[in-house]
């Protein structure tokens, strides 16, 4: 739902109604804390950021990460477009990566996506599902790790989050 409305700067144009939302939340926290609200305030721990995988990974094998963003119960959700960035280290490379509403690319070592979604306090944004190819030299454990932010307004504290995924690297049992 939007308004027509002024922004603090003087631009006319459309306002979502979870500003409001944002400035209620300030406010009672203000309340609550004794500091003064800001506009559109944000609280630590807005956004939750999950990964799980298929592994154990077979050396020279493939395997599946698959990341979930979800809206803090205690935050305001997500009410600006969320951008994931999720980076592999050497041994494991991202061939695939998609989610419903999701855009994503691969570039060396990384996956990136952005949605334009929204999800209330509590709410998950649809999945993200990342598929790897194991290097046949790989062994031990190796360490993914992501990040998630939303993409807000200059001058307003994004809501992050991050997470590290460990995996197991497995002989292959394929002859030679």
Not at 162 to 169: D, E, F, L, N, P
Request: proline residues 9%; glycine residues 14%; charged residues 15%.
């Amino acid at each position: 739902m939007t308004d027509e409305r002024q922004d603090p700067a003087g631009r006319a144009g459309p306002m979502r109604r979870t500003g409001l939302v944002l400035t209620v939340a300030a406010a009672v926290a203000a309340t609550v804390t004794g500091a003064p609200p800001a506009l559109g305030a944000r609280f630590p721990g807005d956004l939750v950021l999950t990964t799980v995988h298929d592994g154990p990974f077979e050396a020279g094998g493939a395997g599946t990460f698959s990341i979930d963003v979800t809206a803090d119960p205690a935050s305001a959700g997500i009410g600006y477009p969320t951008e994931v960035t999720y980076y592999f280290p050497a041994g494991l490379t991202p061939v695939r990566a998609s989610g419903a509403g999701w855009r994503c690319r691969i570039t060396a070592g990384s996956v990136g996506c952005e949605t334009r979604d929204l999800a209330s306090p509590g709410f998950q944004l649809p999945r993200i599902t990342v598929g790897v190819t194991v290097a046949g030299d790989a062994t031990g454990t190796l360490t993914a790790s992501g990040r998630a932010v939303e993409a807000v307004p200059a001058g307003t504290r994004p809501a992050t989050a991050t997470v590290a995924s460990t995996v197991q690297i497995v002989p292959s049992t394929s002859a030679t």
